[in-house]
C-alpha cells in the first residue's frame, strides 16, 4: 500500500464511499435492485472510461465522445427504426460510424499534428450537429426487443435456482477463481526475478477479500434478475483492454508516448501510429456506448450523450490517471467510473437535488487531480 499510494488509495476511497452510502441510504444502496441499476445505467459511461484512460495515459483528452455517443445511436436509430431493416445492421452501422470518427479525428491529431483538445472540442460541435441531422431534431423510438436486450437483458434461469440464479453464482465464481490464479501467476513471477512481493499471508487475506466482494456483488445480482448482458460486454472489454494496455508492444508505445513523447520517438516508437489507433480505438468504443445507451433508453435522441466526455474524463483522473499523462490503468478507471456512479447513485436515493450532485462531482475531481500533484510531489521529495 505504501509502495503504490496512487493506486491502492482509490480503491480505499471506493470502499469507503460505497460504506458511507450503505449507511447514509439505510442498505439501500446495495440491495439487489439497485445494483443491478447501477450495473444497467452507467455502463456506457465506464465504456468509455476504458478508451479514455488510453487517450490521457498518451497525453491527449477527448472532448467528442458525448457528441459521438448521440451520433452512433442516431445512425443506429435511422437504420433500425426508419429503414426498417434487422437490428444486427445497426449495430454494424453504429460501429462503422464511430470507426470513420475516430480516422477522422486520428488524421488531424496524429498527420496533421493539431492538439486533440481542438480536434476533439470541434468534433464535439461537428457530431452533435450531425446527430440532430440524422435524426431531423426529432427523438426516434422504440428498438426492436433484440436492440434493447443488449443493455436491459439478462442471462437468467439457464441453471435454476431455489430463489436465485445459479448461472451468475457460478459465473462469479470462476471470476474469482480466475483473479486468484491471476495474482497467484503474478507473485510467482516476481519471486522468479527476485521482485519483492507480500508476505504470504497479506497476500491470501487481500485475494479471499477480493474474492468475497466479488461473490457478494454476484449473490446481489442472483437474487435480482440475474446476470445483465450489458455486465458481460463490460467484463470483456475491461480483460481485453487490460490485456491490450499492459501485456501487448501497442499498450507499452501508448505509456512510453504519455511519459516522455521526445524519448519515445527516439527509442523508435511510431507516435503518429499509435496516436492515430488510439483515435479510432476510441470512436469504436463510443460507438459501442452510444449502441448502450440507445438500447437502454429505447430511442435516439439528439441530446443523447450530454456531458458523458466529463464522466469519462473524471472516471480516468479519478481512477489514477496523471494530468500529465503516462499514468493510469484501465482498472482504475473502471474503480473511479464506479464512485461516480455510487455517489450519483447514492445522493438520487437520498432525493438531493442535482445542482448539489453536480458540486459534490465536482469537489471529488478536484480533490483526485490534488492527490495526483501531491503524490507526485511526495514520489520527487522522497527519491
Known amino acids: 500500500m505504501t509502495r503504490n499510494l496512487r493506486q491502492s488509495g482509490i480503491y480505499i476511497a471506493f470502499v469507503f464511499i460505497v460504506l458511507l452510502f450503505t449507511v447514509l441510504t439505510g442498505g439501500t444502496l446495495l440491495s439487489p435492485g439497485n445494483i443491478t441499476n447501477l450495473v444497467l445505467q452507467y455502463s456506457y459511461i465506464l465504456i468509455l472510461a476504458i478508451g479514455m484512460v488510453m487517450i490521457i495515459v498518451a497525453g491527449h483528452i477527448d472532448l467528442s465522445v458525448g457528441s459521438v455517443v448521440a451520433l452512433t445511436g442516431a445512425v443506429a436509430a435511422v437504420v433500425v427504426i426508419r429503414e426498417g431493416m434487422p437490428w444486427w445492421v445497426g449495430i454494424i452501422a453504429a460501429l462503422i460510424t464511430g470507426v470513420l470518427v475516430g480516422i477522422w479525428q486520428g488524421f488531424w491529431v496524429a ?60 459465473i462469479f465464481a470462476l471470476a474469482a477463481a480466475g483473479f486468484g490464479v491471476q495474482q497467484w501467476r503474478v507473485r510467482m513471477r516476481k519471486l522468479e526475478y527476485k521482485q519483492p512481493v507480500e508476505a504470504l499471508w497479506l497476500f491470501a487475506i487481500r485475494v479471499l477479500a477480493v474474492a468475497a466482494v466479488i461473490m457478494a456483488f454476484g449473490w446481489q445480482l442472483a437474487n435480482a434478475r440475474g446476470m445483465p448482458i450489458v455486465l458481460i ?33 527516439l527509442s523508435g516508437v511510431k507516435t503518429k501510429r499509435v496516436n492515430f489507433l488510439l483515435f479510432v480505438n476510441m470512436g469504436v468504443l463510443a460507438a459501442i456506448a452510444g449502441i448502450v445507451y440507445s438500447a437502454r433508453s429505447n430511442s435516439a435522441q439528439p441530446a443523447a450523450g450530454n456531458m458523458f466526455e466529463l464522466d469519462a474524463i473524471a472516471a480516468a483522473f479519478i481512477g489514477g490517471a496523471a494530468v500529465t499523462g503516462g499514468v493510469g490503468k484501465v482498472q482504475g478507471a473502471i474503480i473511479g467510473g464506479l464512485i461516480m456512479a455510487v455517489m450519483s447513485n447514492g445522493m438520487q436515493i437520498l432525493g438531493i437535488d442535482q445542482s448539489t450532485q453536480n458540486v459534490v462531482r465536482g469537489v471529488v475531481l478536484v480533490l483526485a487531480v490534488a492527490f495526483d500533484v501531491w503524490s507526485k510531489k511526495r514520489s520527487s521529495v522522497s527519491a
Not at 422504440?142 to 435454476?160: D, K, M, T, V
Not at 463490460?234 to 487490460?242: C, D, E, S, T
Open 111 to 170: 498527420i496533421v499534428g493539431i492538439p486533440a483538445f481542438i480536434v476533439t472540442l470541434a468534433g464535439m460541435l461537428i457530431f452533435r450537429g450531425l446527430a440532430m441531422q440524422v435524426l431531423d431534431n426529432v427523438s426516434l423510438s422504440p428498438f426492436p426487443n433484440e436492440y434493447r436486450q443488449i443493455a436491459g437483458g439478462f442471462l437468467n434461469g439457464l441453471l435454476g435456482g431455489p430463489g436465485y440464479d445459479v448461472f451468475t453464482l457460478l
Open 233 to 265: 460486454l463490460l467484463a470483456a472489454l475491461v480483460l481485453i483492454y487490460g490485456f491490450v494496455t499492459q501485456r501487448t508492444v501497442f499498450g507499452r508505445h501508448i505509456y512510453a508516448m504519455g511519459g516522455n513523447l521526445d524519448a519515445a520517438k
